[in-house]
């Protein structure tokens, strides 16, 4: 029962994407919707029965299979669900935003041309994140994570006559080729360690190598370390962490529902789900864990700098991801597993919110992106509006909201974490609260409060948009407070985290901590996160609201300042100008020099050329003239005789 | 049905059907083409029903004697290697025939006989048993492949057709000569008895060293490949898809067949070379590959860089063995070539399927001439955007499976050549997409694009045939594993045992 529960859960959305990408034009735009929608509901329901099962009764392991997809000789490799509370509660959520972006995206894509071919991605990558999430083994991790990397590839692009949503699309798709490349090597090692790629025996084999040195010739390394390594560039390629976060910015050139989805609630957390699956492993290399904390931190800050720059509404919010993205890879770095997936889950309610609020607003303003040519649309717009100030509330972690429980559990477990990086860390991630709530805020006042700054009138749309906008509201506001004490004091990870020392004190603080969702909220007053928050509200208050003349005229002389922002310290001209351009004349020279010049035209051609040559040397013998061959033959025959007789052969 | 001499019946079908056809009027040669297709195919599944997937040793062998002067017999048999071949080269033939005989507008008959020679000669490859069976086959592929780019090719056909004739029968001589220097030290020109003969390191490196460059050049390795550029550029859209999908393989059949089990401590001895070499295809001629601007070019510059994997699957068992007497990830390494074998005839053989069709529209292979391609041919995108995902190794395709083995397996000799056989997902996902981009995305800017029309119902069949493999494959390439794994552990004992 639960198996198939499981493989009907997984296999609807692949059924809906098939029908409307295969079946759309004939069924019509009505019918394909509705089919799709039918199926994730399917899946919704099914993920519901599955989590009531783990969560809540929380059982054992189980694998449901589908097939075998190869089994040569040792390597057999089993496709189907393994279900556990890890697996189970990323499948809930994917279900649960996934079905409200194909009701959202009713109205977002009303009278698109694509339309059949938009929901039949979108159910496509519903069921490759399924895929990834209940993969039981690392190949079909491998598919997973491929898949959604394919279906973001083709969203982003989805409007493939313009050429930056082209360009944003293979982007991100190179881009997370590399993070591939690091995943697949992971994989490579895993396989050579242990022999097999399957979860339950991966980790338990695994961790009896803690002490194995690999040598690679110039240098050696610990096995575990470098696949804790490998295993953090692949999830830096997805969850677009320093330097591959190139990529996200510019993913937001998709239709706004899909960077709801896959660009804030959940393909973009598939970095940070992997390090918790093989958190054990994590744990036995504190030298990547340093890495991670560094890597982390300095995106949760700098990125989130960046977003106070932008005025496309949904770069800010892309900006804010990486800058929480960050946040979840800083908590895995201090070993609080826990805490990471709980902000992965509010993040994923609250910024998917956030995209289709900004969604909301840019159909309202027709299709209009610019925060500058907005204000005052708070009164237009009651619904977006009361919506956005929920996301943005948690998103800032104001006390009681969602944000508030998961952000302020990671801020205390890097805190109390011991290793080196930590107290940077710590400073990044203060810091970075209080850049987040001046973008956040920035973003809310400009467009919502103010003068209008455009002409023409706007209305809240059709109610397929805002209904969504409601139903992910009220999990930004109150899963947290609700769903804390189940986290930390329930621990329903239970033993599928890591259990090393380590994780298991920051399990046992931050329990103490969140004892009292209420108590804790209060508590909060006496956090410093709490006040760079307030501060970044003063900030932006006073810029945008009471004294918007004074900032103004002090504007220029902050420039300077903005500049290495704006400039995005340089990361995309640096991928630009020195890695794109040199790679590409690199190639040309290659083709045009080496393979060319000298393997074809030089030797091959060259060798046939002689030939030819030495052709027409001989060919002088060759006169035709009888006398000519008649004088040859005598000479000839007076060379062999003397030969013979002096030689005597 | 057991005890029919299914192999030369398929062999003298196409024959005869090849005969006939060229003699026949065009409305009867169609129906004798497509009706031998059929029969080719059904007698394929019958091979394939006969075949017994749990034994390692020739089956469905044939024998008749040919010459009793010399002592030479005709022997033919198939094992878990030859038979995935076998039924890729009858699928593949059934396919071109099906989809470029539209694109063909002068000798259509003797088009249609070419490839049926071909079928022929392929299959006589992958199941001749006899050196010299072999070698027949293996020379009489090339006559019907230099007719065919030198007949229907484009602009600069006779310079590819002769450079690509030189080119692999240069080292024919060299192979002919080894081949008969094991048939008279073994008594009998029999390949599995070359197999068990005691060879010293100094004949085997003097065999290898002739078998690879027929061989090599075949595949084609690195420095050996530039024939491969021209002719696929040159070639008709039929000719390039039997000579990346079939003609490649060949050569690659012959590393399994010949250089691995005859000369196993001398590929041991120069292994290192050899994997050097294949990783230099697939990361040097992966950059070259950005570097195009005719997308024929480009496809045929992939198509050489996915080989490497294939040459780099079949050597990489040495250095794993030496390194962990590691057999399993032997296995996966040999089982892995074998697949990337397969699935880069539907990698690179649907692109070149495909990209036929919108030359026979568009007339052009340049890139700069094409853009926007896909809001006039959304049909056709689609497809092409399976072969590029296939051709970029995503998994759930076919392109995926063979390049994954390979890759993990290579782990157990060093991390470095996985790093580098690893920068082919970025490199063939950049040309590749680069390519796809240039072609089909983007506003229509040349006026001759937005006069193309889209793909016709039988052409759909083609390409929908090709996905299905794809597809197939890639979910389920249990389905070939199974048929060569017995074959590929034999492999893998006999070419790891040190002869020396």
Known sequence: ?649 | MTGYPLLSILILQSLISAIWIVGSKYQRAQVITYTSTLISILISILIFFQFNPNSFEMQLTESYTWITHWNLNIQLGIDGISLPLILLTVFINAVIITATSSMVNQHITKYWALFFVLQAMVVGVFSANNAFLFYLFWEGMLIPMYLCIGIWGSNLRSYAAIKFFLYTFFGSVLMLLALIYLSIKAGSDNILGFYDLPLSMHEQVLILIAFMFVFAVKVPMWPLHTWLPDAHTEAPAGGSVILAALMLKVGAYGFFRFCLPVTPDACSEYAFVLIGLSLVAIVIIGLVALAQTDMKRLIAYSSVAHMGFVSLGCFIIFPIFKSTGHLPATHLAISGAMMQMITHAFGSGAMFLAFGMLYDQLHSRLIADMGGIAQIMPKFTAFFMVFAFTNIGVPGTAGFVGEFMVLISTLEASVWITLLAGLSLILSASYTLFMFKRVFFGPVIIEHVSHLKDINRSQQIALSVMTAGIFLIGIYPNCITHLMDQTVTHLVQTSLQAKV
């Open chain 1, 1 to 649: 029962m639960i198996k198939s529960v499981a493989l009907i859960t997984w296999l609807a959305p692949l059924l809906g994407a098939l029908m409307a990408g295969l079946l759309g034009e004939k069924l019509g735009p009505k019918n394909t919707h509705r089919f799709t929608i039918g199926m994730v509901t399917i899946s919704l329901l099914g993920a519901l029965y599955l989590s009531s099962i783990f969560i809540i009764h929380s059982s054992d392991p189980i694998f449901a299979k589908l097939f075998t997809w190869i089994d040569s000789n040792t390597f057999i490799i089993e496709i189907g669900i393994y279900l556990d509370a890890l697996s189970v509660i990323m499948m809930l959520v994917v279900a649960f935003v996934s079905l409200l972006v194909h009701i959202y995206s009713i109205g977002y894509m009303a009278g698109d041309e694509g339309y059949c071919r938009f929901f039949s991605y979108v159910s496509l990558f519903t069921f490759a994140m399924f895929a990834l999430v209940g993969a039981q083994n690392f190949a079909q991790l491998f598919f997973g994570w491929e898949g959604v990397g394919v279906v973001s590839y083709l969203l982003i692009g989805y409007y493939f006559t313009k050429p930056s949503a082209v360009n944003g699309g293979l982007k991100a798709f190179l881009v997370n080729r590399i993070g591939d490349l690091g995943l697949l090597i992971a994989i490579a090692l895993i396989f050579y360690y242990v022999g097999a790629l399957d979860y339950p025996t991966v980790i338990p084999m695994l961790e009896k190598f803690d002490q194995d040195i690999l040598y690679l010739g110039l240098f050696e390394i610990n096995g575990l370390t470098l696949i804790a390594f490998t295993l953090l560039v692949g999830a830096m390629g997805k969850s677009a962490q320093i330097p591959l976060h190139v990529w996200l910015p510019e993913s937001m050139e998709g239709p706004t529902p899909i960077s709801a989805l896959i660009h804030a609630a959940t393909m973009v957390t598939a970095g940070v789900f992997l390090i918790c699956r093989m958190s054990p492993i994590f744990d036995y290399s504190p030298a990547v864990l340093n890495l991670i904390l560094i890597i982390g931190s300095t995106g949760a800050l700098f990125l989130g700098l960046v977003g106070i720059v932008q005025n496309d509404i949904k770069r800010i919010v892309a900006y804010s991801t990486l800058s929480q993205l960050g946040y979840m890879i800083a908590a895995t770095g201090a070993s609080a597993y826990t805490a990471a997936m709980f902000h992965l889950l509010m993040h994923a309610f609250f910024k998917a919110l956030l995209f289709l609020c900004a969604g909301s607003v840019i159909v309202a303003m027709h299709h209009e992106q610019n925060i500058q040519n907005m204000g005052g649309l708070r009164r237009e717009l009651p619904i977006t509006f009361v919506c956005s100030l929920i996301g943005t509330l948690s998103l800032v972690a104001f006390p009681f909201t969602s944000g508030f429980y998961s952000k302020d559990s990671i801020i205390s477990a890097v805190h109390h974490c011991y290793l080196p990086a930590a107290s940077y860390a710590y400073m990044c991630l203060l810091l970075g609260a209080g850049a987040t709530s001046i973008y956040s805020f920035r973003s809310l006042f400009l467009t919502f409060f103010g003068k209008k700054r455009f002409t023409g009138a706007v209305s809240e749309p059709k109610w397929q948009i805002t209904f969504p906008l409601i139903v992910l509201a009220i999990p930004s506001l109150f899963l947290g407070m609700s769903s804390v004490g189940l986290f930390f004091i329930g621990n329903i990870f239970g033993n599928t985290l890591s259990t090393s020392t380590i994780a298991n004190a920051q399990m046992k603080l931050l329990s103490h901590e969140f004892a009292n969702p209420l108590l804790s909220g209060i508590d909060a007053l006496f956090h410093p996160a709490f006040y760079f928050m307030i501060l970044g509200f003063v900030i932006t208050l006073f810029c945008y609201i009471t004294n918007h003349e004074t900032f103004n005229r002090i504007k220029p002389s902050l420039k300077r300042i903005a500049y290495p922002l704006e400039m995005k310290f340089g990361f995309d001209w640096f991928n630009d100008h020195i890695i794109v351009r040199s790679i590409i004349q690199f190639s040309r020279r290659l083709y045009r020099y080496l393979d060319k010049h000298v393997i074809d035209e030089g030797i091959i051609l060259g060798l046939a050329k002689r030939c030819l040559q030495a052709s027409y040397t001989f060919k002088i013998v060759q006169t035709g003239y009888v006398y000519h061959y008649a004088s040859m033959t005598i000479l000839s025959l007076f060379l062999i005789i003397f030969f013979v007789l002096y030689i005597g052969i």
